[in-house]
């Protein structure tokens, strides 16, 4: 990742820290660089939390060119009642995907998709396979046999905005199932 993003752990309430951190976007002029993990499909380990914290929290990304402002805006802001209880910066950021299309089309748009990731995301352990069957040729709905498959499954990773982007993009194919976005620390 050539950005550097924090995942902060905040206690306390999520709406107010929401409002709270609307303001210092809209003070700074902030367009991206802040975003709640429960907006998005980001695999917070919720459990963990569960297990070893009590109260409400809240999962917060931070790129790291607003991270040192809004620690300082949440700790010199008592009346918001939130502390941050976590600051760990993210290593590594990912979603696995896997897929299956009998459509020859379908399969050109997602190789198309797959082939021009933009800058700051990586393709890794991709693994396509496709298959042709002239033997099955012919429209049977109901056939387990197709004269066409294009199937595999992969890795993603980079950037956590734009693999939020390209998450929610190939989220809109029906033939793909992605995976949450995972953080390491």
Sequence with gaps: MSTKYHELIVKGDD???KGFLDGF???KGVKSGIIFAADHPIDTHHLKELLTLHGDYV????SGRYHRSIIS???KTPDIECSIVSDE???NAYFEFKFE???RDVASDLKKVLSGLPTGLQLIDYE???TIDPDAKGIEFYSPIHDYTFAGKGKIRGDVEKLIAMRERLSEH???EAEDIELEH
Excluded: S
């Excluded at 999962?59 to 931070?62: S, T, Y």
């Design 15 to 17: 709406e107010v820290l």
């Design 25 to 27: 976007k809209t003070a």
């Design 59 to 62: 999962h917060v990304i931070v």
């Design 73 to 75: 805006a949440i700790t």
């Design 89 to 91: 910066l993210i290593k």
């Design 101 to 103: 299309t009998f459509n």
């Design 128 to 130: 396509p396979d496709e």
């Design 174 to 176: 029906v033939f793909i």
